[in-house]
């Protein structure tokens, strides 16, 4: 049987996995990454919009600080990752518009404006003809606007594949295999036993598995909270050159209760999510999905039915109980968590890999991340914060 010793093993090498893998390994660690399609995972499916402003829902302020934390570093971790790759990330400084077609989303959206204003957040109210002069293509119908600048957007996919790259010239091991089974003894993690029967141990291990990671066979119950799948149906359009400046930002809205996004990409392609779905681990496309993004996209910009549709696709967001990460050390020695992102995989992704290499390195977690220990849904972390 194969054995590999490694400081560090990841298991999961999706965007969050290869975060942590690559800047543990330039901690000084070794490390592996466990996972049969390094790279992939709900980045793929992502659209990449960095909006830690204009995703802030009621009650999340501990999250829209990470959030914001995670979003001040994007431009100088995309320059470094795009160096130490040589691959483009997407990175785009472009802005949020969120809008509101009728008098009831005109009213919520003022109500987050005021939000934003509380909390001292940089946001801009804008009348509906304010909004439709930033961007021409919105339907005469938009009742009003908030402009956030400082909302940004990369290409999930393009960050996949430069981690990727960067992991592997920073000497990351990357074991392309399934986890079997993680392996424990006298109560710590000790490593993992890949399907193919490869042994890996290490002296600590993250998992980094989306919404598997308390499915890891070997792992003892109540360790890891359950991580359920979210599912979202994204769909990506073409935008030909006569067309453009078809968007200039990130849109966003809410249409019939629902919310939808769209996020031009320079490249021309255009983005348009996501469905919310509760549905286990099913990831198909259905019909009514495409319909419900096409409806409420053309209701919002009337000129989207004239692009070609390019693909169709839906991935699995990993949602914890509180719909924040966990982060950090577990209740079992030697097991570190870094899932449970849900809907801001792509926007943590740069914290997380600073949070998560920091303890692996230095067996401190920084401040910023001890709201999301993993612990904190236990009875006795819930005590603890009582005292």
């Known amino acids: 049987m194969l054995r590999t010793h490694t400081d560090v093993l990841v298991v999961g090498g999706g965007i ?97 404006y005021a939000f ?21 293509m919105l339907a005469p119908s938009v009742r009003g606007g908030l402009q956030v600048e400082d909302d940004h957007q990369v290409d999930g996919r393009r960050v996949g594949a430069a981690l990727l790259e960067a992991c592997r010239r920073a000497g990351v091991e990357l074991v392309r295999a399934r986890a079997g089974r993680l392996t424990v003894e006298q109560d ?50 073409r935008i030909p050159p006569v067309y453009a400046p078809f968007l200039s930002r990130n849109i966003r809205a809410v249409v019939r209760g629902c919310h939808i996004y769209l996020v031009p990409r320079a490249d021309g392609e255009l983005v348009v999510g996501a469905t919310m779905e509760e549905l286990g681990h099913d990831t198909t496309v259905t019909a009514g999905g495409v319909y419900e993004l096409l409806r409420d996209a053309h209701e919002l910009i009337p000129g989207i039915t004239e692009l070609p549709l390019v693909e169709t696709s839906a991935g699995l967001r990993p949602g914890s109980p509180d719909n924040a990460p966990l982060l950090g050390p577990t209740g079992l020695d030697g097991l570190v968590a870094a899932t449970g992102h849900f809907r801001n995989g792509v926007l943590l992704a740069p914290v997380t890999g600073d949070l998560v290499a920091e303890y692996l390195a230095a067996g401190r977690l920084p401040e910023l991340g001890v709201p999301f220990l993993p612990t904190r849904f236990t009875r006795s972390a819930a005590q603890e914060a009582l005292r």
């Open 16 to 112: 969050i996995g290869l975060a942590v893998a690559w800047r543990t390994a330039q901690r000084g660690l070794s490390v592996a990454v466990l996972d049969p399609d390094p790279g992939h995972g709900a980045a793929q499916v992502a659209a990449g919009m960095l909006a830690p402003v204009t995703e802030l829902q009621y009650g999340e302020e501990p999250l829209l600080r990470l959030g914001m934390a995670s979003n001040a570093r994007y431009a100088d971790f995309a320059a470094e990752l795009e160096q130490a790759s040589g691959l483009p990330t997407g990175y785009r400084a472009c802005g949020t518009l969120a809008v509101a077609l009728d008098s009831d989303d005109r009213t919520e959206l003022q109500e987050l």
């Open 116 to 136: 934003h204003q509380r909390l001292g957040l940089t946001s801009r109210w804008l009348t509906g003809r304010e909004a439709r002069r930033l961007e021409p």
């Open 188 to 237: 710590r993690a000790t490593g993992a036993v890949a399907e193919d029967g490869r042994q890996l141990t290490a002296d600590q291990v993250v998992v980094a598995a989306g919404s598997h990671s308390h499915l890891l066979p070997g792992l003892p119950e109540g360790v890891l909270p359950p991580v359920r799948p979210v599912k979202g149906q994204v769909l990506r359009l």
